[in-house]
Each structure stands twice: as C-alpha cells, then as structure tokens.
C-alpha cells in the first residue's frame, strides 16, 4: 500500500506570494492533518480534516488555511507569505479505526521563502 | 494546555549499549501516545503507539512504556546499532491535535 504523498517536495517563494501543498493520504484514510517544523518551535500542529470538514485548528493566523476533498486528498494554502513561513511541512493521514488513531507522516515540502 | 518534554536533547553511546528515552506530559487526559523516529530533512516514521488503557508496546528491539497518572513515557531501545542514529520524538494526542516534544537526537557510535 503507497504511503503518504506530498507535492512539491521543494518550494521556494518570495515574501508576499501565496503557495498550495499537496497531500495525498494512505488509501482508506480519512482523516488528515497538517504540521509546521521549524529549529526553533519543533514541530507545531496547524489543522486537521476529516471527511472533507475541518476538525481541529492549531494557533496560526488566518493565512494558513486547508481543505479536503472528497477523496480525502488534501491541500493547505499560505496566503502573503512571511521569511519566518520557511519550514518543513508535514501531512499525516490516518485510519481512526475502533478507536484507534495512529498517524502515518509523508516525507515533507520543503519551503523556503526568499 | 498539554506540554510534552523529551529528556536528554541529545545523547550518544557506543554501538551495543541498551539506553532509554524519555518523554513527560502534563495533562493525562489523551488518547494516545505515539513514538516516531525522524532522520534529517525527512519525514516521521512510526515506531510505537500506546492506546491510553495500555501500559506498553513493543516491535522488535523497542519498547515503549506508558504511566498516564504521572504522565511519563519511556522508549527502551535494546543493543543500539548506528542505524538507530536519528532524532526520536513523542507525541500525545489530547483530543483532535497531536502534541510534540522537541525529541533526542540519538547519535550511536560503531
């Protein structure tokens, strides 16, 4: 089974431009959530989708935003970007069966904002 | 508002020797808790996921405990290899968010 799968891997932007990130999640999985890692804050929830509606918000401004798709595909969206919005972002999906939540992460994009 | 803490930052041993992580949160209402494996400029791997009515897991050469009344968790990694080199990171899951630690950075020497 193909894991998570997130496009670009690479990114760089100037300052004041706006970006979109893919994510595909682990077949079967519904629900998705998206997480900001830089050196100095670790890593930081940003949200969480689950059949297609937002579940779950992180302390982020109003320029970071996402959405899911029917087919649990998801992408996250950073309007007016900052330098201090270069990090790592990751997606995590997961099946949430009979109680059980374990998330499985994608490799990552990359952002660098110039 | 939960808050995980990894004990040490960073740690280094020689190739063979058995060594223990540690992970403190402060609010024991969660869900779960899960170990992750992070190698540089990648991803997180999952090693380890402890429901909260279980007080251990183990897959291979780890084991992970749980002791959500005093809030603490530790992963137990048995004869290191270099391989195991990477940073380790804990999280908690309190409700519909995860919650990291900042992780060990592991460095095992051949």
């Known amino acids: 089974k193909a894991g998570v799968t997130q496009t670009p891997r690479y990114l760089i932007k100037t300052r004041g431009q706006q970006v979109t990130l893919s994510c595909s999640p682990i077949?079967?999985?519904?629900?998705v959530s998206w997480y900001q890692q830089t050196p100095g804050q670790g890593l930081q929830f940003l949200f969480e989708?689950?059949?297609?509606?937002?579940?779950n918000k992180g302390n982020f401004p109003g320029r970071f935003s996402g959405r899911q798709f029917s087919n649990s595909r998801s992408e996250m969206n950073v309007s007016t970007l900052e330098l201090g919005d270069s990090a790592l972002y990751l997606c995590?999906?997961?099946?949430?069966?009979?109680?059980?939540?374990?998330?499985?992460f994608g490799p990552g994009t990359r952002l660098t904002v110039t | 508002k939960q808050e995980v803490t990894q004990i040490p930052a960073a740690l280094s041993v020689p190739e063979g020797e058995n060594l223990v992580l540690n992970c403190s949160f402060t609010?024991?209402?969660?869900?779960?808790l899960q170990w992750f494996r992070q190698d540089p400029g990648k991803g997180l791997t999952s090693l380890l996921l402890?429901?909260?009515?279980?007080r251990e897991q183990t897959s291979g050469r780890l084991n992970a405990s749980l002791d959500k009344s005093s809030g603490r968790s530790t992963l137990y990694i048995a004869a290191s290899q270099p391989g195991d080199s990477a940073t380790y990171l804990c999280?908690?899951?309190?409700?519909?968010?995860?919650?990291f630690g900042a992780g060990t950075r592991l460095t095992v020497k051949p």
């Open positions: 999280a908690v899951r309190p409700y519909n968010d995860m919650r």
């Open positions: 402890i429901q909260s009515s279980q």
């Open positions: 989708y689950f059949s297609e509606t937002q579940r």
């Open positions: 609010d024991s209402a969660i869900y779960n």
């Open positions: 077949s079967g999985h519904r629900s």
């Open positions: 995590a999906s997961s099946l949430e069966l009979a109680g059980v939540y374990e998330q499985y």
